[in-house]
């Protein structure tokens, strides 16, 4: 076996975005153009020779090819060891715990996400670091300046590895190890929860749950858990096999794409509890029998009721969340007496808070929580998080939101996405609103007073690292937000995001739809930014 230099050129737009690079399959099916990418992160993080990585992505077309690629090629630079989830396939959680357990120096996720899969699909390649979490922003830019001069790569000349055997084989000097990563993973979801009373909760007759894995990356760890270690009925994972092109669907885990799981939900015997997660594992949606969690409100939850889950008995150290997110968190964090961190949008974000404990639990409103138990996302966890806290407090879902809303009032939260836009009138709807951001203050729109707006721009605080234009902000003297930004995880020309915030504390008026309690603020968004003109859309792809 021997070690190819291969000349290359480099391709410009290798850019990391909010998660990775991310491109359609056919992009990165280009001669090349993986390998220079995997070339530029090897370039990047140091010395590997003696050194073991994690590799494994989240089963979608390509990722079989691409982790034959990457290990031929970790193999020619040197590195001692790669652990390889078996077939190929690990979670993004799974990743993070298992680079931590095994004192790795980083992973290699192979994940479009929640984006679509298959030959005309999304494919995604993103490194995460020692510490387990997404390569903090320093160390993409370092890899995309890499990326723009690259002039060859290396890679063994090897016939393919076996993937679907567990154990030991050698590629050159380099051992690969093909791991379960389920039983890890649940030995760490273990020690966190209360199991027991999740089991009685389950086998109790009375509480029936559904779980949609949406035919990506959770249903053997959900399958696991559930029905085999908690007791659940067989039959509570649906869509458990995971599937290279996610059964054609959208593995996103929100009321619009998730439809199978809502549908059942909403239906005639309905369960207590659904949970669906996506295609690499790291989001969560929460039902209840016919009624919707938004994960700003479960972040919120979860911050109130921590200290019923043993894992988090002894109290948080504070809460982060990523600006966009709804502000309930925060009232909790103030009634507690904790810190409550605002991010920019990306997990990358809440690595340094976690890694100084300045916050045990962080969330997103793109329907992802976590803790400081890895450095990612956690779809299982917080279902698993929830299981509990409803096996403790012995009410449904929608009780325990009634009684939070009473006590914190209500914030109303919905995301308007425009997709698939043009990329220029995009950018210039941007640059228009951004013109506006000095003169905005004051200005009032009917009975709603402008109290700040601004490019949101965030001071890491513990390396003191900036990141600028995070998205532009307009916040109302009454407490209400309108969040404009571009999506980084797109592949078609560009994504608006318009995030909508208000606040109710009368809990006479809790139970409203918040598209009907949002209205002005959704008027107010396109006065201000004229998004139907420069779209050309009447209305958005998808509200969540
Ligand atoms: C989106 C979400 C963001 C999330 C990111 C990755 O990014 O808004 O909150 O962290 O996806 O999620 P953007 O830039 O498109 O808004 V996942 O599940 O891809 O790892
Ligand atoms: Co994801």
Redesign the pocket.
């Known amino acids: 076996m021997s070690i190819r230099h291969i000349s290359t050129t480099p391709f410009l737009d290798q850019k990391p975005g909010t998660s990775g690079l991310r491109k359609a399959v056919t992009v990165f099916q280009q001669p090349h153009y993986l390998e220079n990418f995997v070339q530029s992160i090897f370039d990047t993080v140091g010395d590997l020779r003696g050194q073991t990585l994690i590799l494994g992505g989240d089963g979608r077309y390509y990722n079989r090819q691409a982790i034959q690629i990457i290990l031929k090629m970790a193999a020619a630079n040197g590195v001692a060891r790669v652990k390889v989830g078996l077939g190929g396939i690990l979670s993004?959680p799974a990743t993070s715990c298992v680079i931590r357990k095994y004192n790795a120096l980083g992973g290699i996720i192979l994940s479009a996400?929640?984006n679509p899969g298959g030959p005309e699909g999304d494919f995604g390649v993103k490194y995460n670091s020692s510490n387990g979490g997404p390569a903090p922003e320093k160390m993409t830019a370092a890899m995309f300046e890499r990326s723009k001069i690259i002039d060859h790569y290396k890679i063994l000349a090897a016939p393919d590895v076996n993937l679907d055997t567990l154990g030991e084989s050698k590629l050159a000097d380099m051992v690969v190890e093909v791991i379960d990563a389920v039983q890890d993973y649940e030995k760490l979801m273990e020690s966190l929860f209360d199991f027991g009373r999740i089991r009685e909760l389950l086998t109790s007759g009375n509480f029936r749950m559904c779980m949609d894995s949406m035919h990506a990356v959770t249903g053997p760890y959900a399958w696991n858990l559930f029905e085999q270690t908690l007791g659940a009925p067989k039959g509570t994972v649906i869509n458990g096999i995971p599937l290279e092109d996610f059964g054609g669907g959208h593995p996103d885990p929100n009321l619009v794409y998730a439809h199978e799981l809502v549908d059942i939900l909403f239906g005639e015997d309905a369960p207590d509890f659904g949970a669906a997660s996506?295609?690499?594992g790291?989001?969560n949606m929460i039902l209840g029998r016919k009624f919707f969690v938004t994960p700003s409100d479960s972040l919120a939850v979860l911050t109130a009721n921590a200290t019923l889950v043993p894992g988090y008995a002894d109290g948080l150290a504070g809460v982060a969340r990523s600006m966009p997110t709804s502000q309930a968190a925060d009232r909790v964090a103030a009634d507690l007496g904790i810190d409550c961190y605002e991010t920019p949008t990306g997990w990358k974000f809440f690595g340094n808070l976690l890694d100084a404990n300045k916050a045990t639990l962080c969330g997103e409103e793109s329907f992802g929580s976590g803790s400081n138990h890895i450095r990612e996302k956690d779809g299982l966890w917080a279902v698993l998080f929830w299981l509990n806290i409803l096996a403790v407090k012995q009410q449904p879902v929608e009780q325990v939101l009634k009684e939070h809303w009473q006590k914190y009032g209500r914030n109303y939260y919905s995301r308007h996405d425009y997709e698939a836009i043009d990329s220029d009138r995009a950018n210039q709807l941007m640059a228009k609103l951004h013109a506006q951001i000095p003169h905005l203050k004051g200005k009032k729109f009917g009975k709603y007073e402008v109290k700040y707006s601004d490019d949101f721009s965030y001071t890491d605080p513990v390396d003191g690292s900036i990141s600028e234009n995070q998205g532009i902000r307009i916040g109302f003297t009454d407490g209400s937000r309108i969040v404009y930004r571009l999506s980084g995880t797109g592949t078609q020309g560009a994504t608006l995001r318009i995030y909508l915030e208000s606040y109710e504390p009368d809990s006479s008026k809790h139970n409203l739809d918040p598209q009907q309690s949002l209205a002005d603020f959704i008027a107010i968004a396109d006065e201000v930014a004229q998004v139907r003109t420069f779209t050309s859309m009447e209305k958005p792809t998808v509200i969540t």
């Open positions: 993004t996400s929640h996506d295609g690499d790291d989001r």
